[in-house]
């Protein structure tokens, strides 16, 4: 161990072009979120007024088509957002469920992340399963509880996220 320690070099852990990837990464990160919270406070402040600004902007016959036309799109956004806000409900509902039964450790945390990582396309529902699975494999001394733990859980995401998203949407 002495020798372990003797030869350990923190400085070969650093490489520059890792760092610089790492960084351009969170930057990325960070600067699409701010442009998204910003395009939402402008959408959020203008939204009581877009009408009136279609009307001043076009002639009457034109203003009521555009009219039309943003009032569906309004109307599409709500319901998929509440049919979203649905569907990741039962997920959340399901993971809570399976986990309690099985006693797994904090299953109401889980279910909470996983109502919030569902929002998250494709990635988002591989997190929220991945984590109560491996607390399951750390908290249990047998691997028999776990593995059920994953098969259930598993099974019952990808026919909420597979089958029964699809065919509601």
């Known amino acids: 161990l002495k020798q372990q320690v003797n030869e350990f070099d ?3 852990f650093i490489q520059p072009a890792k760092i610089l990837g790492a960084l351009s990464s969170v ?3 960070l600067g699409s ?3 998204i919270l910003l395009f939402m406070l402008f959408i959020l402040a203008s939204h009581g007024q ?3 600004k279609i009307e001043n902007a076009f002639p009457p016959s034109e203003s009521f088509h555009l009219k039309k036309m943003v009032q569906n799109i309004d109307s599409r956004v709500r319901t998929y957002l509440l049919t979203t806000l649905l569907i990741n409900t039962v997920a959340a509902v399901t993971m809570l469920v399976v986990l309690v039964i099985f006693g797994v450790d904090l299953a109401l945390l889980w279910s909470i992340l996983t109502f919030l990582l569902m929002f998250i396309p494709s990635i988002g529902s591989i997190f929220a399963i991945s984590m109560p699975i491996v607390v399951a494999f750390l908290q249990f001394d047998s691997i028999g509880t776990p593995i059920i733990i994953a098969i259930i859980v598993i099974v019952s995401q990808v026919l909420i996220g597979s ?3 699809p065919k509601v949407m």
Do not use: E
């Open 163 to 165: 089958y029964i998203s």
């Open 27 to 29: 930057t990325g990160l």
């Open 10 to 12: 923190p400085l070969s």
């Open 50 to 52: 877009f009408m009136s």
């Open 33 to 35: 979120s701010v442009l």
